[in-house]
């Protein structure tokens, strides 16, 4: 028996993940999303419900001849057969024979309540409903999963009903019954209670599948596991309406780590970070920093205390090596630092500290001074790194001076609004006016200073400014608060991060663009004046 047959992980992003807030895939990111999860190991790849949407059901045509598949199985979404109906004229039951998925998952009402609300039918005529379909699917040659919506309420509400739903759709050749907490309201150890009376009552083979409006999606998909279900579905980042469904990448780790079940090909684990961040590049979703195994901060440290004892061993204060699902361990710096951090950002950075035995106290003191006033450096390594180097060097890293700088913005009678900039530099021993026009003055202002400096350094025309963050620090002040602006800029092979902070948001935002540029130079070899 193979890995996806003794345990299934069952991907759902394509179609509950795609039912989160403000997420909009096309045809063509369900097919890019789908190679990734394929290149994770997941056993199955549920796409969508054919014949309900017509995204759908072009995916499923697209993707019969346009994705080769070495790991994972296709699975067709869709409900039982409508009341009094018969399978075989059920449209929607057609559209998934037709779809050319070999697995179907049928959704299932198992809450007694929802059969008689929802279906506007009997208990008995809902029964009838999952024994025709699954029954008329498996005729045509298809494997069946049977997802029972609202189980666990519904096993609260009525036991015995929820229990002969699963008994029937065993019965009729479903392969699992997939035990849903649709509202996400359960707890851990209640969830694992019941499903082990499952078990004990079926002998049926369980699968489990988790909301997380409790905050406990991944805990009660690892106790159901626990308690003896062996298909666990999710979605990748937790993608999902509401609260978002169980984080696949998650309990996977969980598993392959913690458990010691394997559940992925060999070395699959080891792509997590890249492929969930690579998703997130596709859906469009901002992927949160602190998400577990695979967020840029899950083995991210700040306080001295910590960095003081991974010197020493960093298991010390790390739960897992970051390398084993493709993460890195990172050192923040800020006005917690001690010592030992700077010498560790320092070595992830490659700069070398030197002999000179007051350096780290210099940018200690000069870190706590400049955080006092609103610098941050913990998303500003560039930044960090030039303070570094001046205290190492004891001087600023110099190739151009911003002599002044002036901005308008104009809106004419249509309404339109534009932005220029006229920026004084020295460089070379030359001074330079340039002018440039923008998006806004900030855009304006960064036009400007490359078109003037790639005169000079023609190298420049690689630099782009990728994103652009303004915080105001100090609200009580209003229109005059202190500003602090992170600025993200790429030379196309890598990206740095550079800060400023001033009452004036332009002020502040032309220190991160000189910082930006200055790193940006010394990165491409060239040598300061």
């Known amino acids: 028996m193979t890995i996806s047959d003794a345990f299934h992980i069952y991907d759902t992003t394509l179609r509950d993940g795609a039912q989160q807030e403000g997420l909009n895939l096309t045809v063509h990111d369900k097919l890019a999303i789908a190679r990734h999860l394929d290149d994770l190991g997941v056993g199955f790849i549920e796409g969508g419900w054919p014949g309900a949407n017509p995204k759908d059901t072009e995916f499923f045509k697209r993707a019969q001849t346009e994705l080769k598949l070495k790991n994972a199985k296709f699975v067709a979404f869709g409900a039982t057969r409508r009341p009094n109906v018969k399978a075989a004229d059920d449209v929607l039951l057609r559209a998934l024979q037709d779809s050319g998925a070999p697995v179907v998952t049928l959704v299932a009402k198992s809450h007694d309540r929802h059969v008689d609300l929802a279906l506007k039918t009997n208990l008995d005529e809902n029964l009838a409903m999952i ?19 609202h189980f666990f309420d519904g096993y609260l509400s009525n036991k015995a009903y929820a229990l ?17 907490d649709t509202n996400g ?13 499952v078990i004990g009552s079926t002998s049926a083979r369980l699968g489990i599948h988790c909301h997380n409006d409790t905050g406990c999606a991944i805990a009660n998909s690892l106790a159901a596991v626990e308690a003896g279900a062996t298909h666990v579905q999710g979605t990748l980042n937790g993608y999902g309406e509401r609260t978002g469904n169980a984080d696949l990448v998650a309990i996977i780790a969980n598993l392959e780590l ?47 205390l910590h960095a003081s004892a991974i010197k020493v061993d960093p298991a010390l204060y790390q739960h897992e090596d970051p390398s084993s699902v493709g993460n890195d361990m990172r050192m923040l710096v800020s006005d917690m630092a001690g010592r ?11 700069v070398a500290l030197g002999d000179d035995k007051e350096v780290l106290t210099r940018v200690i003191n000069r870190i706590k001074e400049m955080e006092a006033h609103g610098f941050t450096f913990e998303a500003a390594d560039a930044s960090f790194e030039l303070l570094l180097r001046e205290e190492i060097d004891s001087k600023r890293a110099h190739f151009f001076t911003i002599v002044n700088w002036e901005t308008s913005v104009i809106r004419d009678s249509k309404d339109k ?3 220029k900039a006229t920026v004084t530099i020295n460089a070379q021993g030359k001074e330079i006016v340039a002018t440039g026009s923008g998006n806004g003055p900030v855009n304006a202002i960064d036009t400007a200073l490359r078109s003037g400096l790639e005169k000079i350094y023609p190298e420049m025309a690689k630099f782009e400014l990728t994103d652009y963050k303004v915080r105001i620090l100090e609200g009580r002040l209003g229109t005059g608060a202190i500003t602090r602006v992170l600025v993200e800029t790429s030379d196309g092979e890598k ?9 004036n948001v332009i002020a502040a935002s032309a220190m991160a663009l000189e910082d930006a540029v200055t790193y940006g130079l010394l990165r491409l070899g060239r040598k300061p004046e």
Request: charged letters at 25%; hydrophobic letters at 45%; a negative charge.
């Open 340 to 350: 030992a951090s700077i010498e560790l950002k320092s070595q992830e950075l490659g």
């Open 164 to 180: 002969e739903v699963i008994r029937v759709a065993m019965a009729a050749g479903a392969d699992v019954a997939a035990l849903c």
């Open 495 to 503: 990206e740095w991060s550079t800060i400023g902070v001033h009452e």
């Open 258 to 304: 913690k458990k010691k079940q394997k559940v992925l090909p060999d070395g699959a684990l080891r792509e997590a970070f890249r492929i969930s961040h690579a998703v997130a590049e596709v859906t469009n979703v901002a992927p949160s920093p602190r998400q577990p195994y695979v967020g840029v901060s899950a083995f991210a440290h700040k306080a001295g």
């Open 185 to 197: 309201g359960m707890l851990p150890d209640q969830l694992s209670d019941i499903v082990n009376e």
């Open 417 to 419: 609004v534009s932005s």
């Open 131 to 149: 024994k025709d379909s699954i029954e008329f699917l498996r005729t045509g040659g298809q494997r069946v999963f049977l997802d029972a919506e």
